[in-house]
Every structure is written in structure tokens, then in C-alpha cells.
């Protein structure tokens, strides 16, 4: 089954970094769009960072812009997401997803999520 498996959540202050893992298992995920999304208790999932394809720019909410970087390796077949200057708001299941050409970075089109990992950041 086409399922990407999230690492790498965790406690931190704010200020500090985090860098989630994502990655595939018996496919490879050069072929495929990714995103990262997020939910916070009581909120809808939201987008993160999305990667279409290598060969085009990565799409970030402005939230996040200038403090988290979705970067692929496609020699690990892995994506991670580096997250810089974390805040309080940051706080929220992290997942992982994968789908076939997406345009843009919204949550129902992506076809294939992960299982989620938990970030806290809390002083």
C-alpha cells in the first residue's frame, strides 16, 4: 500500500528546531507529490508545506514562510521538514502525505497519509 510513515515529533521550547522525517515504504517518493499538514486539538487540518514535484518550488502557508523548509532526498526517499524559530501556534499533529499530481496544497486532494507525529512547543 501506498502509506508514508512520519518520524521525528517531539517537546521543544520556543525558538528551537525540529526536523520531521517522512518516508516511503516500497515506492519511491520522487514519482509522487508530498505534503506536510497539521492539526491542533479542536481545528481543522490545515496545509504546511507542499512539494509537487522536484522540479517545482515548494508551496509554504505564510505562516510558516522564512522559518520551515519541506526538502527532498530522493537518494533516502525521504522528505523532511526542517522547522526553524518554532512557536507556540506550531503546536499539532504533523502528517505526512502522498498523491499523484496535486497543484496546489490543499488536504483533499492528497490520497495517501501517514499515521501523524505529535509537536509540542511549550517554554
Known amino acids: 500500500q501506498l502509506q508514508p510513515v512520519e518520524s521525528g515529533g517531539g517537546l521543544v521550547q520556543p525558538e528551537g528546531s525540529l526536523r520531521l522525517s517522512c518516508a516511503a515504504s516500497?515506492?519511491?517518493?520522487?514519482?509522487?507529490?508530498v505534503g506536510w499538514f497539521r492539526q491542533a486539538p479542536g481545528k481543522e487540518r490545515e496545509a504546511v508545506s507542499c512539494?509537487?514535484?522536484?522540479?517545482?518550488?515548494?508551496i509554504y502557508t505564510d505562516s510558516v514562510k522564512g522559518r520551515f523548509t519541506i526538502i527532498r532526498d530522493n537518494a533516502n526517499n525521504t522528505v523532511y521538514l526542517q522547522m526553524n524559530s518554532l512557536k507556540i501556534e506550531d503546536t499539532a499533529i504533523y502528517y505526512c502525505?502522498?498523491?499523484?499530481?496535486?497543484?496546489?496544497?490543499?488536504?483533499?486532494?492528497?490520497?495517501?497519509w501517514g499515521q501523524g507525529t505529535q509537536v509540542t512547543v511549550s517554554p
Open positions: 516500497g515506492f519511491t517518493l520522487e514519482g509522487f507529490s
Open positions: 512539494s509537487p514535484t522536484s522540479r517545482i518550488a515548494p
Open positions: 502525505a502522498v498523491s499523484p499530481w496535486v497543484r496546489g496544497c490543499a488536504p483533499r486532494d492528497y490520497d495517501y
